[in-house]
Structure formats: structure tokens, C-alpha cells
């Protein structure tokens, strides 16, 4: 089971000409940016995303992504 903890998120009222509201579960979205510097970049961005999959298939929550990407 993967948690999400979110504080300091206020809402507002609708105004007065709202007729309608639709609500709807829509998931979660996670982007993390990481820079390399120096030599062999190729080859710590290679190493980061094999620590990233390790740490989650230890956690058995590899595969409970709808997508999970990797850009260099």
C-alpha cells in the first residue's frame, strides 16, 4: 500500500452561478527531477533508475503503476 500525505490544501465555495458540480477520482501524479554532472552521466542515470525499480520491487509496488517512465 503506497500513502500520500497532503496538508495546507484549502477550498473555496463555488459561486453563486454554479449549477453543477462533477467530482471524480483521478488518480495521483508523481514527476521527480534529477541532474548529473561531471562524467558518465548515461551511466548514473542508468544506475538511478535501477536503484528507483529495486527500492520499489522490494516494496512489491513495482507493477501498480499505470506508467512508469524513465527520460534521459
Known amino acids: 500500500m503506497c500513502r500520500v500525505h497532503l496538508w495546507g490544501i484549502r477550498g473555496a465555495p463555488p459561486p453563486s452561478t ?3 458540480g462533477i467530482f471524480y477520482r483521478g488518480g495521483f501524479q508523481s514527476e521527480l ?3 548529473a ?8 542515470y542508468e544506475l538511478y533508475e535501477k536503484m528507483i525499480r529495486s527500492g520499489l520491487k522490494q516494496k512489491g509496488v513495482e507493477d501498480k503503476f499505470d506508467l ?3 527520460q534521459v
Open 18 to 20: 454554479t449549477k453543477l
Open 33 to 35: 527531477v534529477v541532474n
Open 37 to 44: 554532472t561531471g562524467y558518465a552521466t548515461a551511466e548514473k
Open 68 to 70: 512508469l517512465e524513465f
